[in-house]
């Protein structure tokens, strides 16, 4: 690769590093509560969220550092974590997905990210919100 390269998203750890490392990580997750604790708009998905708000920002950008290709922080410290069992108890339908969506767009936005990657990451978050929503939708009929 070249300078002129760009970076390969998804390969290795080009993503984490993209996202400025675990720094860059735990200030996009600390940067997206705040906004999520503080606009009306997602008053619904805060208030999901224990009155701890602090383990879930720990939990949240220790995920994001393994899951962008960077260190498994999670496990490290929670242990093995599937996405979708793990909001299970939480009533996440499209709105409330997509409040997460918006909000860490908005959040995502005004990180000093490449342009090409704020788009990337967004999509590749799209997956995981979209199979929260799914799990929740069949839980019914997985446990008929
Ligand atoms: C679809 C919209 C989403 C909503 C409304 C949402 C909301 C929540 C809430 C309320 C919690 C705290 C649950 C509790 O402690 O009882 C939580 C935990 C968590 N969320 Fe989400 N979430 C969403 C999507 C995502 C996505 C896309 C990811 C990862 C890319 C993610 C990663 C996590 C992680 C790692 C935890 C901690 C789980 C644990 O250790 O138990 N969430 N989420």
């Known amino acids: 690769m070249t300078d002129a390269d ?4 998804g390969v290795g750890d080009a993503s984490f590093q993209a996202a400025g490392g675990e720094a860059g990580i735990f200030k996009l997750v600390n940067a997206f509560f705040d906004r ?3 606009d009306e708009r997602f008053a619904p998905i805060y ?3 224990p009155d701890d708000i602090e383990v879930s920002r ?3 950008a220790r995920f994001l550092c393994g899951w962008l290709g960077g260190p498994k922080l999670y ?3 929670y242990g093995s974590i599937s996405i979708p069992r793990a909001h299970e108890h939480l009533a996440i339908a499209t709105p409330e ?5 918006t909000c860490m767009t908005e959040t995502v936005a005004e990180q000093a990210f490449d342009p090409a990657f704020r788009k ?6 799209f997956v995981p919100a979209e199979g ?6 069949e839980l019914p009929k997985l446990k008929r």
């Open 6 to 9: 760009p970076p390969q998203y």
């Open 36 to 38: 999520m604790g503080s």
């Open 47 to 49: 208030a999901m969220h």
């Open 58 to 60: 720990d939990k949240l």
């Open 75 to 77: 496990r490290e410290k």
């Open 97 to 101: 997905r997509d409040q997460w969506l």
């Open 120 to 125: 990337y990451l967004m999509e590749q978050l």
């Open 132 to 137: 929260v929503r799914r799990r929740i939708a």
